[in-house]
């Protein structure tokens, strides 16, 4: 491929839009004064959409401007404003086709390991990995075939659609365009593409394609026609109905041509007899026209088109004498003459002034498959592929397209096509990097889909090595951010940013940048961000979510969910920093017995069996109150000590748990022993060294030791 | 097939089934529902539907026509959390924005133009301590009330429950229940109340002495396993049984739907079913005949249906069938219903209790609106 083809992987300007603030921010004409009032413009964008907030401000902050402190009206507004690039009447086929995109992936998959499973069974095995058999070639089609019911059903839609905007109609054209281009490369690469099969001919599919995608002439045409005078001597004078006829015969509609014929040849005044007669000739070799089939061989089929083709051949050869009897003229051979003589068409008459008897000359040249008819009488290059394959290579194969096409294309001036017509032909040139680049230019949905369906028929190849990044990467992550900016599409864009696969993981950073900033306005839409990230594996991603949601609970107040939030995001520091607000505010309680913090722990252990020290601390607290409170001084005794040894509370807590034991120590039963009660002084020891806050009541101290030591001669005694 | 999908553009949130007028009751042709959306487009619709109990008398037509038509919409603030039902012309919304919204609507039965839905009154009903509204999360209606004298009960992020009467939404009462979200809420009689939270536990509440919690139930470490061990046990939804106070359904967000007998506290869930991949969004018994199935829908984007009962007579003989090869196995049978074209969440179901088919009317994330009709079949009406 050449260097100059990828330069074509530049946006077309026709695509970008001007967009304008109306009225303008700054009224017009003023812009000068409000420069001179020292105001700007700022904005900011929209870290998820292509959407930006702007306003009107000062150059400098008020703080520099002491003397002129004017406020500005405008300056309390702040104008959001974004491009819609997801209209509202796409989401059902977006929704439709990211189904079949997803089931694709999956199907592809499953082929992908079955694949690895039969190569490691049989490593000489006949079928290498990577190619496609018959099977999945199937099973693409039918994908295909669900991507192109998608389109359809969007196009319906929009027709039913209650108002005809321009809108509506631009998108109408994008769907038809979007369809002609899928359609095309499913005859080309799967319908007639079966492996180990022999290769079908493409004729009678692109017939079918070209008649679908670009269907001429119109019936309402032919409705006209009639409307106009249903009689023969009607028809034959309309002058109508010998371009109406030609185009039948291009694009292979014969019988419908011959039933027409037939219908002229008995006119009575404006045909000629010469004219009646061979109209009713052409109309019966048309009818014979041979039709390939599976069961026929390429032998028999070509040596029956070889005789119907012999008729034609005489049959022209027969009008042309006539044509050329009373007053020789040359057969039309070029566009211009015979637009020109099809043009001169005037009153019936005979011989060589016969129009009539002229198109039906260059209907009989046409579908004898002459070069020089066909293309005098093409409008559109679809025409005049469609009318070379059908009457001149009626048994030619996909691979004959490139050079047909180049061909077809020579004799049009190709840059007047527009973007569908260059990426049809560079599809049907097999020209596929431009193909891509051009499909993208219709709709960035197109070149993601398609580069994903072309990865999956492996023939993105020849891509690769022309773009320098991962084509199907490149448009799937596309497609993904635009659907980021809608704010319904979050998750499919971000599944489609999840699955754009490639190697160097593009898809995956994009994706936990988007991931970590989508917006999680309640419990279960951030419940469903975390999903699809762990469904990707966004491990950091999910614990900045977990962390931002903690924060945000942490901030209205909802302590339980901070804690578990935090827990998961494995913020331990977090988490011990709400435990100590618990704490704190139990202690600002008045220490009454009564736990405030008790279900909030509760909810929090019971659905996390989050491990961490202060909230183990907290519980246990809980525990010693309870046991206390039940009448078990022992029991609560022991737990105290467990948290003071264990070391788990918050030293700024260790005074207020040992002044808890001390109506343990005073109590009636003995609770602590000898080895207890050095270890509840040991602790006090430290508690005074270390001196954190000396102004709290050292009365209370006194007091513990007084009572530590009155425990330790009743714990002697009783030992 | 019996499952219709119908693309309608719109996060569907929450959907409910209108109950039939006076006099109508098991004779409408048509069925109502109710569903609300969220995200970019936050609307209210009213739909209706044929009533498949009425499928003979109907054309071919209309069986290849849309699963539902849309009779009216109106614009709702904030994405719409759940639907409430109080009478045929009265409906509750819980939004996003912690309101409680009251609703008229008329489906239009007695004239086909007249369909609307118009807000009544609306009512803040849920706010974190700094004041900023919590989103709602979930609204049920009292049973067994006069629809002018009902009660509704909605719970939110703010972890409050909040009650009001539907007649007087201004004298709305909140009380603070728990320190995490309390995601679902329901009735089991009318005078108590359920409600479960995101830290893993059902509370039940005496609607006469709504600040104290009556009862905790806490599902044991065996009966349901934990997502993975990194991440929490959460309750999404719950559903009380029509007929068996006591009995209640859970969704959990690892995909399980938890039973429970409230009367036994020592060990209060009597079975996890495991029928989802995914967090269950909303949970709801089977209305119909003798509702020992329940219906569950999940982020996995199915809806699955699952028979409960061990009772051996209200299981289907067809079931029985199924698993005829290995009936000693405990797997209960599951229906589960999904759709190619529905690959996200689906977010809400209501299962109608006013036919005698079993008519589910679901709500995705696809923009889909997803009907599944089975008509009435033997078993329901195996008792009779």
Redesign the interface.
């Known amino acids: 491929m050449s260097r100059k083809k990828v330069d074509r992987f530049v946006v077309l300007r026709e695509k970008e839009a001007a967009l304008h603030l109306s009225p303008g921010l700054f009224p017009a004409g003023t812009a000068e004064e409000w420069t001179a009032e020292n105001r700007t413009l700022i904005f900011s964008t929209h870290p998820l959409n292509n959407g930006c907030a702007l306003a009107v401000a000062g150059k400098k902050t008020r703080e520099h401007l002491a003397e002129d402190n004017r406020v500005f009206e405008q300056d309390e507004k702040v104008y959001v404003c974004r491009m819609e690039t997801v209209p509202?009447?796409r989401?059902?086929f977006i929704?439709?086709s990211?189904?079949v995109f997803?089931?694709l992936q999956k199907m592809m998959r499953t082929i992908e390991e079955s694949e690895d499973t039969d190569a490691a069974g049989h490593a000489n095995g006949t079928t290498t990995s990577g190619e496609r058999t018959a099977a999945d070639i199937t099973s693409l089609l039918q994908t295909s075939a669900l991507y192109r019911e998608a389109m359809l059903r969007q196009v319906r839609v929009l027709q039913e659609a209650p108002r005809e905007t321009e809108f509506i109609l631009s998108e109408m054209d994008v769907f038809q365009a979007m369809h002609a281009v899928w359609h095309l490369v499913e005859i080309i690469y799967l319908a007639t593409n079966m492996p180990g099969g022999l290769s079908a001919p493409i004729v009678p599919h692109f017939m079918g394609w070209l008649n679908f995608n670009f269907p001429a002439p119109l019936a309402e045409d032919g409705q006209r026609i009639f409307a106009d005078g249903p009689s023969a001597d009607d028809l034959a004078a309309n002058p109508d109905v010998w371009p109406y006829l030609k185009k039948l015969a291009l694009r292979g509609h014969v019988t419908t041509m011959a039933n027409m014929l037939d219908r002229i040849a008995p006119a009575k005044s404006s045909v000629s007899a010469s004219v009646a007669r061979w109209a009713r000739e052409v109309a019966r070799i048309a009818r014979a026209m041979p039709l390939g089939s599976d069961e026929e061989t390429a032998g028999s089929f070509n040596a029956r088109w070889r005789l119907w083709n012999g008729e034609l051949q005489s049959t022209a050869t027969a009008i042309r004498s006539l044509l050329a009897s009373p007053s020789p003229s040359p057969s039309p051979s070029t566009k211009e003459e015979a637009e020109a003589e099809a043009t001169a068409a005037t009153s019936a008459g005979a011989g060589s002034d016969d129009p009539a008897l002229e198109s039906l000359y260059s209907i009989v040249e046409a579908m004898r498959g002459d070069a020089a008819a066909i293309s005098a009488q093409s409008e559109t290059w679809q025409d005049m592929m469609g009318a070379t394959l059908l009457y001149s290579e009626p048994t030619a194969q996909a691979d004959r397209l490139p050079t047909l096409a180049a061909e077809v294309a020579d004799e049009f001036q190709t840059h007047e096509f527009a973007i569908l017509d260059r990426t049809l032909v560079a599809l049907l040139r097999h020209e596929l990097p431009e193909f891509l680049v051009y499909s993208n230019q219709i709709d960035p949905w197109l070149s993601a889909h398609m580069s994903d369906m072309m990865e999956h028929i492996n023939i993105l190849g020849v891509c690769r090595r022309v773009f320098a990044v991962e084509p199907r990467e490149h448009y799937v992550i596309e497609l993904g951010e635009v659907y980021m900016s809608?704010?319904?599409l979050w998750?499919?864009g971000l599944e489609y940013l999840g699955m754009s696969g490639g190697c160097a993981g593009a898809g995956a950073a994009v994706m936990e940048e988007y991931a970590m900033r989508i917006p999680l306005?309640?419990?279960?839409k951030a419940?469903?961000v975390l999903?699809t990230c762990a469904a990707h594996g966004l491990q950091r991603a999910a614990d900045r979510i977990h962390r931002q949601l903690g924060r945000q609970k942490w901030?209205?107040?909802?302590?339980?969910?901070a804690i578990?939030h935090f827990?998961?995001a494995r913020d331990h520091r977090s988490v011990g920093l709400v435990c100590d607000q618990l704490w704190a505010a139990y202690l600002e309680s008045g220490g009454s017995g009564d736990l405030a913090y008790g279900?909030?722990i509760?909810?929090?252990l019971?659905?996390?069996?989050?491990r961490h020290d202060r909230l183990d601390f907290l519980s246990r607290y809980r525990d010693f109150h309870a046991c206390y409170g039940a009448g078990d001084p022992v029991a609560a005794g022991r737990i105290l000590l467990a948290i003071i040894t264990a070391g788990i509370a918050p030293p700024h807590a260790v005074r207020d748990l040992l002044v808890d034991a001390i109506p343990l120590l005073e109590g009636d039963a003995l609770v602590f022993s000898a080895d207890d009660t050095f270890e509840l002084l040991r602790r006090a020891e430290e508690e005074k060294r270390d001196g954190t806050n000396g102004n709290s009541s050292s009365s209370e101290m006194s007091v513990f030791s007084v009572a530590c030591a009155r425990n330790l001669a009743r714990a002697f005694v009783a030992a | 097939m019996t499952l219709q999908v119908q693309p309608v553009a719109r996060r569907i949130t929450a959907v409910a089934w209108l109950p039939p007028h006076a006099g109508a009751a098991y004779n409408d042709a048509r069925l109502s529902f109710v569903t609300g959306s969220g995200g970019k487009h936050r609307e209210l619709a009213l739909w209706t539907t044929g009533n498949p109990d009425f499928a003979d008398n109907t054309t071919d037509e209309d069986q290849t026509a849309a699963a539902a038509t849309l009779a009216a919409r109106v614009a709702h603030d904030g994405d719409v959390r759940g639907i409430a039902a109080v009478s045929s012309q009265t409906i509750v919304t819980a939004s996003s924005f912690g309101t409680v919204s009251v609703y008229q609507t008329d489906d239009g039965a007695a004239a086909a133009e007249r369909a609307r839905l118009e807000l009544r009154e609306s009512m803040t009903a849920h706010r974190f301590g700094d004041s900023a509204p919590a989103a709602a999360t979930d609204v049920a209606v009292q049973p067994g009330a006069a629809a002018s004298d009902a009660e509704v009960a909605s719970c939110g992020e703010d972890g409050a429950i909040a009650y009001a009467r539907v007649a007087r939404l201004d004298a709305l009462q909140r009380f603070e229940v728990d320190s995490t979200a309390v995601t679902g809420v329901c009735w089991p009689t009318s005078t108590q109340t359920a409600a479960c939270t995101r830290a893993g536990q059902v509370k039940v509440f005496d609607r006469r002495a709504p600040a104290d919690v009556a009862a905790v139930l806490i599902a044991s470490q065996t009966a349901a396993a934990a997502p993975s061990s990194s991440s929490a046990l959460a309750f999404e939804c719950i559903a009380a049984h029509p007929s068996q106070s006591f009995r209640l359904a859970t969704g959990t967000n690892a995909g399980s739907v938890l039973l429970w007998d409230t009367r036994n506290m020592r060990a209060p869930v009597i079975e996890a079913f495991n029928v989802h991949r995914a967090s269950v969004w909303d949970v709801c018994f089977d209305p119909v005949g003798s509702s020992s199935s329940f219906v569950s829908c999940s982020d996995d984007a199915s809806l699955a249906v699952t028979q409960w009962s061990a009772d051996p007579a209200s299981s289907s003989p067809a079931a029985a069938d199924e698993d005829g090869s290995a009936s000693s196995s405990p797997a209960r049978p599951v229906r589960h219903i999904s759709s190619f074209f529905n690959v996200l969440s689906v977010n809400c179901l209501d299962v109608c209790a006013f036919t005698r088919a079993s008519v589910i009317v679901a709500g995705s994330d696809s923009g889909n609106l997803l009907i599944d009709k089975v008509p009435a079949s033997d078993h329901h009406f195996r008792l009779f």
Do not use: I, K, N
């Open positions: 509202d009447e989401l059902p929704y439709d990211h189904a997803v089931s809608h704010e319904d998750r499919v306005e309640s419990d279960r419940a469903q999903r901030q209205q107040g909802r302590l339980g969910a578990t827990a998961q279900p909030t509760d909810g929090v019971a659905a996390t069996g989050v």
